[in-house]
Each structure stands twice: as C-alpha cells, then as structure tokens.
C-alpha cells in the first residue's frame, strides 16, 4: 500500500525566497522529542540537548487512556536519555539510554522539562531535568549526575530557574503544566527548591498553565516569574494578580495559560498571552492593556513582524483551525488558515491538528531594518509567515525529511509520534545572527537567514 499521497507543490511556493541551507545533521538513535540550546560546558558557544522523554505521558496519571493505546504503557514513564552534542552534531555526552524501537514512543508538551543554570555558584552551568517523579542535577560539561531528589508527584513537566534573586542564591523553580493530582487544579501546584533540592514552598497560582517566562517586572533587580496570571517572586510572594482575575473566579481547565509571548517595547515590556478562552496583551505590572475573547487562543507571539505598523504585532493560532494576526490595539488585521506543505508527499495517516506544544517561533532579522518572521511549523515541512499572513519564506529540503510510514499509530495527535517537524531559532555560531534549526526525532536542518553570507 502506498501510504504517501503526493502533495502539490505550486508555483507560490516555488517563488518565495529561500532560507541557505547550512547543514544536515544525522541524529542516529539520540534525535529528540525536544532540543534544549544553551552553552554549558562555559566555552562561550551554545551545544544541543536532545531528549528523549514521554512528556507530560510519563506520569501514571494517564495510565488508563484509553484513547493513547498501548503507548502510553511502553515504553515506561520513565524512558529518559538526554544526549549533548556540539551544534555540529558530535557527541559530547549521554545521560541514559537511547530509544532504540521500531515504532514511535509518545510524547507530549516535554518543551519545559530541560533547563541550564549555575545553580550550586561554582561558575559552572548545571543541566536541570525532569525524570518520571525525579529532579535530576547533571554537571554541564559532563553529564555526570550532581545530584537529584524525588518530586512529591509524578507530574511535574516544567522546570525553570530563578538565577538572578535577591539574594543572589538561585531559586528552582518546578511545576505541573497540565493534569493534575487532587487535590490540585489543572496546572498546580509549582514547588520553589533551594539549591540543595530542599522544598522552600509549594503554592497554587490563578491560571497556572503551559509557560512560565522569567522577568524582572518591578526592576529591582531579581527576576520574577508569572504564574499563571499572577507575578510571582523568587520567595513565592504575590507581587501581582493580573487585573482581570482579581477577586474573581477561575476555571483552571478552561482558562490557564496556553502561552506566553513577551516583547520590550519603547522601553515597556509587553506580554501576549493566549489563555484558552481569550486573548491579552498585559503589561509588567499586572495591567490589561487589552483582551478579547476567541474560541480557543492556544498560541501567540509578538514581535516586529507588520512591515505596515512600526509598532509590534501578534500572530496567534485559534484552536488549531484558524490564524490571525492582531495589532497593538486589538484589532484583527488578517484571518486564515496558513496551508500545508509537505514536498516530499504526506503520509496518509497524518492529519491535522498536529496540536504541537510550540506550533511557530520568531526568526528575528539581522537587519534591524527588517521584520521580524514566524516559522509556523504544525502543517508539514516549516516555512515563513509575514506580518500580513502571507507566505514569506521557505525553507530548501534534503530526501530526509520523508517520514516513515506509521499505520500501526492510534487515532492521535501525529506530533506526538514525532511526525511532525519543530523549530528553534538561535544564534548558534555567535555571529550576531540567528539560525533556524528544524529538527525531528531523526535529523536536523540549520539554516541561516537568505541575507546571511
Ligand atoms: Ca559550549
Ligand atoms: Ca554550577
Ligand atoms: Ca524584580
Ligand atoms: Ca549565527
């Protein structure tokens, strides 16, 4: 049986201009669900963390969903192998086991579940990971396990640091980002642990759900973290509940956090967030410039991308079927569902919503001059989307991107067999100049922008 139906590619495709393809990097049997990029063995370049987990699947919670089959029991929840690589793919170190099976292991919403500081002072960056129900601390430029502790629950899928605080002691930050154990609610609670992996503090927070961006909001120097729609301090303190949630009732399934996009703008930081039900564009202080409600905001960014507007802009994706584009006033400036692309041809089996944790990311520009793009990624092979919503750029590919066929698959979402393709923009050669990297769990793709010698 012929599982790939061809995919028509016409000459609007054909016609944009095209990213330069750098290198193709051949990920063996480590290649991730995720890619965590950051510097840490402190020579100044950036290397790769590809890892291999289930995601938000590795707790037991989900044991007994049905609509997962057979995959949400093997492999385990406990399946974990982190490989860094140097950005040209060699291998610097392992933590684990590569997965090494003929069919796809799931995964869901791991994009939170690596993160990279100097929490211990020593001038040396540590690996934070999340591992089933355990923290795990590994030294940067090794690998080898520093320490590690058990979490209360199995769920907690976000980690996050506080590196710069009051007192100059990092706070870890650790959270659940979606199910929850009573009797908490969706997205709750978040633990605050010394560096010592003691529990400083365990609290719920109003929407608490898929992000949870650092900031110094109150330019004291510390960075906060916002919690839902609430500012939280390093010590756990409420420096702000936003606005609109004050003294009101939440419904933490239907309302959380999907994502958070932030934006400095005429010296004022800017947050866009899509909260399930409603779109906001907030300030650092806790005030709504503006919201509206949409069917189901699951993703937003802002940034410089309306070559029409000076100021920023938003794209956002509604529930998957829809994207729009907003200006700064709220205004809706264009509407439609961005097409597929799939010029290898696309296996029958896949179909749309992918419902990625990260669906698009911004490619900023090197020339200030120019916008800003999205890479939207959750219809195929990624390309460019302008300020307009127009095709702007694509992105030339190797036969590798060809994905297998999967037919023994549940009836779920693709991305979490790794059918899809993910994104990550980063400076990865400290020229000035962001790369693109798209990856999936086999190969990776690093190109540079067409201006880019
Ligand atoms: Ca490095
Ligand atoms: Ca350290
Ligand atoms: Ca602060
Ligand atoms: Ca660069």
Redesign the pocket.
Request: aromatic share 0%.
């Given at each position: 049986m012929n599982i790939i139906r061809l995919f028509k590619q016409t000459s609007l495709w054909k016609k944009l201009p095209q990213a330069k393809l750098r290198t193709v990097l051949n990920l063996e049997n480590f290649g991730g669900a995720e890619l965590f990029i950051h510097d840490i063995n402190d020579d100044g370049l950036p290397e790769f963390l590809w890892l291999q987990s289930k995601g938000i699947f590795k707790s037991d919670l989900y044991l007994n969903n049905k609509r997962l089959g057979a995959h949400i029991h093997h492999p385990p929840g406990d399946m974990f192998c982190l490989t860094a690589t140097r950005v040209d793919g060699s291998v610097i170190w392992q933590y684990g086991t590569p997965f090494s099976e003929p069919d796809p292991y799931i995964s869901h919403a791991g994009e939170m579940m690596i993160t990279c500081c100097d929490i211990d002072g020593d001038g040396h960056v540590e690996v934070l990971a999340l591992r089933k129900q355990e923290l795990l601390v590994l030294e940067g430029n090794s690998g080898r396990l520093k320490n590690s502790c058990v979490l209360p629950q199995d769920n907690f899928a976000a980690v996050t640091t506080f590196c710069n605080t009051s007192n100059s002691s990092p706070v870890i930050l650790v959270s659940v980002m979606a199910d929850s154990y009573p009797p908490y609610t969706y997205g709750n609670p978040t633990l605050f642990l010394d560096k010592s992996l003691n529990i400083l503090h365990l609290a719920e927070h109003i929407g608490s759900g898929h992000r949870i961006p650092l900031t110094?909001?109150?330019?004291?120097?510390?960075?906060?973290a916002l919690l839902g729609y609430q500012m939280v301090?390093s010590d756990g303190t409420i420096l702000w509940t936003l606005d609109l949630w004050q003294g009101k009732q939440i419904d933490p399934f239907a309302q959380h956090v999907d994502q958070v996009s932030h934006f400095k703008w005429n010296g004022r930081d800017l947050f866009a967030i899509a909260g399930s039900d409603r779109l906001y564009l907030i300030d650092s202080t806790g005030v709504t410039i503006w919201s509206q409600m949409l069917p189901h905001p699951q993703y937003c960014l802002i940034g410089r991308f309306d070559s029409s507007d000076s100021r920023p802009s938003l794209f956002v994706t509604n529930r998957r079927e829809m994207m729009h584009g907003f200006d700064l006033d709220g205004h809706e400036t264009w509407r439609r569902m961005l097409p597929e692309n799939w010029p290898m041809g696309k296996p029958n089996t896949l179909a749309r919503p992918f419902h990625k944790g990260v669906p698009a990311v911004v490619w900023h520009s090197p020339d200030l001059k120019s916008q800003d793009i999205v890479v939207y990624s959750e219809a195929g092979w990624p390309y460019g989307v302008n300020g307009s919503g127009r095709l702007c750029l694509r992105f030339p590919h190797t036969g590798e991107i060809l994905k297998p066929a999967c037919a023994n698959l549940p009836n779920h979402r693709p991305d979490d067999f790794g059918l899809s393709f993910s994104c990550a923009a980063y400076d990865i050669d400290r020229d000035g100049n962001e790369e693109m990297v798209i990856f999936d769990r086999r190969y990776a793709w690093i190109y540079s922008w067409p201006s880019v010698q």
């Open positions: 110094d909001a109150d330019g004291d120097g510390a960075e906060e301090k």
